[in-house]
Each structure stands twice: as structure tokens, then as C-alpha cells.
């Protein structure tokens, strides 16, 4: 970083809205949250139309019909599809390994990304302070207070999840490619064994009141403590 760059830094107080939109830092933490997610949401697309690119079905309609559900729909789906078609109860295992911890990357998606920040008078100002409507048609909000290491801690697991799929799915490309169709990067890293089960954290929950003092931290899966 040179020194014009360095004074910028020093300067930039970007955005200056008439709302605090929450701590820097935590924000960051929180766009983490938001990229890993969308790569790992993607890649259980690139799961379902395995077979289904191998057995020649139309892509456009099985994009779209995809593409048309929710996302727990969309996780029976790829249940089925591998259900339907897999041979190996290794790899249907791992899918329905991989989908139960997508379920609570979602859950953690939605809880964040998805809630408005919300004026905290007796919590932390370096937490980030969120409402949220319990669901969709509830009248009802829940709140939830997570500072930086949660955050981060949190975005880490989700990038778990989103490289745990890819992991998958570059076994799955390599097993079912010709040994003369396979290009340099499946040869380098196509040939690793199927992952290991991912843990799943503890589920996020939102409080039916705001929290007064500091949060509490999310607890890693038992093997971690």
C-alpha cells in the first residue's frame, strides 16, 4: 500500500447515512457469509445436473424446474436425482451428508442476511444487532446480537460447507469422465477420496427479545472444543 492509499484509508468513512448500518469489520464478516453461501448454493446445482447431463436429459428443463422450487425443495430433489441414479451408498451417504449441512448454512443465511439492523440501546455497538420476522407471514420478530469472531467463525463453516460440495463434486466429475477426457486439473486433483462428514455446528436462534450484554459465541462441533 503506498501513502496516498494509506492516508485514504485513514480518511474513508464511508457510508455516511443517517443510520448506523453496523461495524465495519462485522460487515465484512458478513459479505464472507454472503459469497461462500452463494458458491456453495451454486455447486449443489452443478450436483444435481450431474446425472442428469450424463444420462442426456434436457438442461433447460431440468434447470428450470429447478430453478422453480425453494431451496428445501430443491435439496429433495437432488436427494432423488441421486437416489435415482447413484450406485455407490458412499456417495448418496455424502450427498445426504452435504444437504443437512447445506440446511444449516441456509438457516444461517437467512438469519443475517435477511434481517434488518436494528438500534441496540443496551447491547454492544461493535456487535451486530439484528431483527427479524420469524418467518415470512409472521407477525412476529425475533432478534439476534453476534459480534466479529462469531461472524467470522460462522462465515468460516459455511466456506466448509462450500468446500466440502466442491470437493464432491470434482470426485464425481473425475470417477465418471474417460481417463483420456479428463483434463490437467482433474489428473492433479481429481483423484482424493471422498471427504469426510462434516460436523454441524450448533443451530443460530433468534431471541423472541434483544439481548443485554454481550452475545454468546457459537460453540464448535465437539471434536473442535
Not at 144 to 150: E, I, K, T, Y
Not at 160 to 184: E, F
Amino acid at each position: 500500500m503506498g501513502l496516498l492509499d494509506g492516508i485514504l484509508a485513514q480518511v474513508d468513512n464511508w457510508p455516511q447515512y443517517n443510520f448506523n448500518p453496523g461495524p465495519a469489520k462485522n460487515l465484512h464478516a458478513v459479505a464472507v457469509i454472503s459469497a461462500c453461501y452463494n458458491t456453495f448454493e451454486r455447486l449443489l446445482f452443478d450436483l444435481y445436473m450431474h446425472h442428469l447431463d450424463r444420462k442426456k436429459y434436457q438442461r433447460v428443463i431440468s434447470e428450470k424446474y429447478f430453478l422453480s422450487l425453494d431451496e428445501q425443495k430443491r435439496i429433495q430433489l437432488l436427494i432423488e436425482v441421486f437416489k435415482h441414479f447413484e450406485r455407490s451408498e458412499r456417495v448418496k451417504t455424502a450427498i445426504k451428508d452435504l444437504t443437512n449441512y447445506f440446511t444449516w448454512c441456509l438457516t444461517v443465511r437467512n438469519s443475517i442476511l435477511h434481517a434488518e439492523v436494528y438500534p441496540a440501546l443496551f447491547a454492544r455497538d461493535t456487535d451486530l444487532n439484528l431483527i427479524k420476522r420469524l418467518s415470512k407471514r409472521s407477525q412476529h420478530h425475533g432478534y439476534l446480537s453476534v459480534d466479529l469472531q462469531a461472524l467470522r467463525y460462522l462465515a468460516d463453516r459455511v466456506e466448509d460447507g462450500r468446500l466440502q460440495a466442491a470437493k464432491i463434486n470434482l470426485y464425481l466429475r473425475y470417477r465418471d469422465t474417460k481417463p483420456s477426457a479428463r483434463p490437467m486439473s482433474f489428473t492433479l486433483y481429481g483423484r482424493e477420496p471422498l471427504p469426510k462428514k462434516l460436523a454441524i455446528p450448533e443451530p443460530l436462534t433468534l431471541l423472541v427479545q434483544p439481548r443485554i450484554g454481550p452475545p454468546p459465541r457459537p460453540r464448535p462441533p465437539p471434536f473442535l472444543r
